[in-house]
Each structure stands twice: as structure tokens, then as C-alpha cells.
């Protein structure tokens, strides 16, 4: 739903958007009881006021340590949720676009989001978080190629985590 600029400031009020993180933890079960999956999501609000990077990474190495205690090993992916804006839209308008995170994604590459295979270790994840950090938004514009949306601002890191 797009959100025209006169109401977007109360929605990113919201808590959705202002808490410090979020977190979601969903087990599937595949193949007549045969495979069980985990998937844990951590989503760190960037327009928290206490948002910090060395925060943000501490406490994501902290919960994935304890949400996957037994795990060697974990699949990771990184996503955002991201405040679009029309760029032919005058005045402008705004599309909140939500990660779509509680699920394995295909690693073919079709969807854009890359699946990383990670060592349960802190330095492990301590550079997987660091990534989620460094990326451009031209980067993520591809994901909207033939659409007339730029991408605003990144209001949030979104951590997927399941069982390898």
C-alpha cells in the first residue's frame, strides 16, 4: 500500500519500525516428520535510537548461539526492509517493503538474496553481521529493476538463520 507523505512520519513511529529488534522463531516440518527446519529471524531497527553496529552484533551472535545450541553449522541470509519512494509521484509517495524472512529462500540467485553456509563461531558471524552493514543502496536497487521506485532509506537489518 503506498503511503503519502503527510502519514509517513506517524507510521515510522511505529513500534515496528522503532524497537530495538525483533525476533521470530518458526520450525517446519518437512517430509512426513522425516527433516525438521528452523528458522530464526532477528530484525535490528536502524531507526532506533540506540542502534549501534558492535550492539547490533553482539546481540546477534548472542541469540544465534543460543537459539541453535547443538547446530555445527547454519544457513544465513541478509535482507532489509526499506522505505521506497515514487520517483514520478509529485507530491512524493512511499511503499514500505517488508523482507520476507520466515522461510529458506532458493539459492539459484533467482530472488536476489544470497544464502550463506556458516561454522556456529563467533568470528563467523561476527563478519556475516559485518556485511549486513556494508551494502550500497545501488546495490539494492536491483531488486527493482522496472520500476519507477528508488529506494529512500533502510529502516532495517533483517538476520535469517536456519538449520543447515
Given at each position: 500500500?503506498?503511503?503519502?507523505?503527510?502519514?509517513?512520519?506517524?507510521?515510522?513511529?511505529?513500534?515496528?519500525?522503532?524497537?530495538?529488534?525483533?525476533?521470530?522463531?518458526?520450525?517446519?516440518?518437512?517430509?512426513?516428520?522425516?527433516?525438521?527446519?528452523?528458522?530464526?529471524?532477528?530484525?535490528?531497527?536502524?531507526?532506533?535510537?540506540?542502534?549501534?553496529?558492535?550492539?547490533?552484533?553482539?546481540?546477534?551472535?548472542?541469540?544465534v548461539?543460543?537459539?541453535?545450541?547443538?547446530?555445527?553449522?547454519?544457513?544465513?541470509?541478509?535482507?532489509?526492509?526499506?522505505?521506497?519512494?515514487?520517483?514520478?509521484?509529485?507530491?512524493?509517495?512511499?511503499?514500505?517493503?517488508r523482507a520476507?524472512s520466515n522461510?529458506?529462500?532458493?539459492?539459484?540467485g533467482?530472488d536476489?538474496?544470497?544464502?550463506?553456509l556458516?561454522?556456529?563461531?563467533?568470528?563467523?558471524?561476527?563478519?556475516?553481521?559485518?556485511?549486513?552493514?556494508?551494502?550500497?543502496?545501488?546495490?539494492?536497487?536491483?531488486?527493482?529493476?522496472s520500476?519507477?521506485?528508488?529506494?529512500?532509506?533502510?529502516?532495517?537489518?533483517?538476520?535469517?538463520?536456519?538449520?543447515?
Amino acid at each position: 500500500m503506498w503511503i503519502p507523505a503527510e502519514q509517513l512520519d506517524p507510521v515510522l513511529k511505529h513500534h515496528w519500525f522503532t524497537t530495538k529488534f525483533t525476533e521470530s522463531n518458526v520450525n517446519y516440518t518437512l517430509y512426513n516428520n522425516r527433516n525438521q527446519v528452523k528458522v530464526y529471524t532477528l530484525r535490528f531497527n536502524l531507526r532506533n535510537p540506540d542502534f549501534s553496529e558492535e550492539n547490533m552484533l553482539d546481540e546477534m551472535m548472542r541469540k544465534v548461539m543460543n537459539n541453535f545450541p547443538k547446530e555445527e553449522s547454519l544457513v544465513g541470509s541478509i535482507q532489509y526492509d526499506m522505505l521506497l519512494a515514487s520517483s514520478k509521484a509529485e507530491p512524493p509517495s512511499y511503499y514500505l517493503w517488508r523482507a520476507n524472512s520466515n522461510q529458506r529462500m532458493s539459492s539459484s540467485g533467482g530472488d536476489g538474496i544470497e544464502e550463506i553456509l556458516l561454522r556456529k563461531e563467533y568470528h563467523e558471524l561476527y563478519l556475516f553481521g559485518q556485511r549486513a552493514t556494508k551494502t550500497n543502496m545501488s546495490e539494492l536497487q536491483v531488486q527493482f529493476p522496472s520500476s519507477d521506485v528508488v529506494i529512500a532509506e533502510i529502516l532495517t537489518i533483517v538476520f535469517t538463520f536456519s538449520s543447515a
